[in-house]
């Protein structure tokens, strides 16, 4: 079991992706729970997700709480393949409820009334490498596996599919 939840490899690439799949739904997260970043906080949030997209007051919850709590994990690397798994529905559900219907792409001149699922699918594929290949070197998920085997060598082979000792 802690092999499927922590096992990783030493890869910084892998730390990279992480790390940056972390920042941007952390950063959307803490806009909606906390009104952060010139969000509109956590009541105000939801009652955009009951109202414009008349989702209940359950699944907004989640979402905010996935975002937020899935992002910080993500950045600090604990439960990695978890939080990656959690931001992939996410971003599905994103997807699927309000940003098909617009097409790939962002609306960046306003000519359209929505966002495209072009960010979307980027995150997504983020999610997939860590739902797969765990969160690399400097995560807490690295450390606790490490530790776990007695063996700081263990898992340390950068880009290796063999978590185990070599």
Known sequence: MEKLLFGTSGDWVLTMARI?????????????????????GFTKAVQMFAGHLKLPAAVA????????LGGLGLIIGLFSRLA???ILATMVGAVITVHYRHGLFMNWAGEKKGHGFEYHLLTIALALVIIVRGA???SLDHAF???QLGDSTAVTQIGSNDYESH
Do not use: C, N, S
């Open 20 to 40: 940056v799949l972390g920042i941007v739904p952390f950063a959307h997260g803490a806009q909606k729970l906390l009104g952060w970043y010139g969000g509109a």
């Open 145 to 147: 596996y490490e530790h």
């Open 136 to 138: 690399g070197a400097f």
């Open 61 to 68: 919850d989640l979402v905010i709480f996935t975002e937020f």
């Open 84 to 86: 990656a798994l959690e």
